[in-house]
């Protein structure tokens, strides 16, 4: 393993609990995105912002305790981000078909309430 | 280093704010992206180089191309009528403050332990390719199925299945 010395002065001093907050309040930040858009597009794109700030912590943590581990489960919440990107978009593309919409307010049918006779079709 | 540090996690937060607050598509997409080179920016920071490498690759790259490819297809419009009554000053504001009281208490804790200062050493790809493939070799194994399943599955849900109607109900100018 490559450790740095004193001279190179591109040492790192930051404390692993800013680090950690940053983390934190991207993930507020894609909450927030979630709970407030209802636009499907905008709701995918902040799952991706939580999801990327989830793996940001596991890098941060990996480098705090130099094991690969943190790495390692970035690549595998890669993955798990790609898949569910392709199968999502897919969704999102039948659901503009059968609806002619991407608010996602208006897929309401298993909504148990009368309310069902007035959404077209 | 550290100023890089604040510089790129400002970035990634007004970018990511930005991207969720704007109403055209395309353009939270750049944002987007641009929250995503900013997040590289501190892996590289971190000494993790070649979560860097693969964060502009696959997250920057491929992803949001597949993003924009749907977005393109759909050919969206500006707004949807239902986000301007969610958007309303009255609607989040309450749960603004018990999330920052939230945030205030989140703040607290981590002050309250000392942690050591952040990892200055690199860790190369060889040592999480050594990782990867003696101690996660089942997990590596199950993601490809995964991306397998993800592979069919978009397969199948994107396809455009056909009309089925009845034989005496097609249309004149499609029988032979």
Redesign the interface.
């Known amino acids: 393993?490559?450790?740095?010395t004193e001279e190179d002065?591109?040492?790192?001093?930051?404390?692993?609990?800013i680090?950690?907050?940053?983390a934190?309040?991207?993930f507020?930040?894609?909450l927030?995105?979630f709970l407030?858009?209802?636009?499907i597009?905008?709701m995918?794109?902040?799952i991706?912002?939580m999801l990327?700030s989830a793996a940001?912590v596991f890098?941060?943590a990996?480098?705090?305790?130099?094991?690969?581990?943190?790495?390692?489960m970035?690549?595998?919440i890669?993955?798990?981000?790609?898949?569910?990107?392709?199968?999502g978009?897919?969704?999102?593309?039948?659901m503009?078909?059968h609806f002619k919409?991407?608010?996602a307010?208006a897929l309401r049918k298993l909504r148990d309430s009368r309310e069902n006779e007035d959404i077209p079709q | 280093?550290?100023t890089i540090?604040?510089i790129a996690?400002a970035t990634?937060?007004l970018s990511?704010?930005l991207?969720?607050?704007n109403r055209n598509?395309i353009h939270?997409?750049l944002y987007?992206i641009i929250?995503?080179l900013s997040?590289s920016v501190?892996?590289y920071?971190?000494?993790?180089h070649?979560?860097a490498a693969?964060e502009v690759i696959?997250?920057a790259g491929?992803?949001m191309v597949?993003?924009i490819f749907?977005?393109m297809?759909?050919n969206?419009g500006m707004e949807?009528?239902?986000?301007k009554k969610?958007?309303t000053p009255g609607m989040?504001i309450v749960p603004a403050i018990l999330?920052s009281v939230l945030?205030v208490i989140?703040?607290y804790v981590?002050?309250a332990?000392e942690?050591?200062?952040?990892?200055?050493?690199?860790?190369?790809p060889k040592?999480?390719g050594?990782?990867?493939f003696t101690?996660?070799l089942l997990?590596v194994e199950i993601?490809g199925i995964?991306?397998m399943?993800?592979?069919v599955?978009?397969y199948?849900?994107?396809k455009?299945k056909k009309k089925v109607m009845h034989r005496f109900m097609v249309k004149d100018g499609e029988r032979k």
């Open positions: 393993m490559y450790i740095r002065e591109i040492m790192v001093t930051i404390s692993m609990e680090q950690i907050l940053f934190a309040l991207l507020l930040i894609g927030i995105g407030v858009r209802r636009n597009i905008f995918l794109m902040s991706e912002i990327n940001l890098v941060i990996g480098a705090h305790w130099l094991q690969a581990d943190g790495q390692v970035f690549i595998f890669l993955t798990v981000s790609a898949a569910e990107v392709s199968v978009l897919a969704l999102i593309l039948q503009y078909h919409t991407l608010d307010d | 280093m550290n540090f604040y996690a990634a937060l990511s704010i991207a969720i607050t598509a939270a997409l987007l929250s995503l997040i501190i892996f920071i971190l000494g993790a070649l979560i693969l696959v997250y491929a992803i597949l993003f749907v977005v297809m759909l969206i949807e009528e239902s986000e969610w958007l989040w999330a945030l989140f703040i981590l002050k332990f942690y050591e200062q952040a990892a200055t050493e690199i860790i190369g040592q999480v050594v990782s990867l101690t996660y997990a993601a995964l991306l399943a993800g592979i599955g978009g199948h849900l994107g455009q």
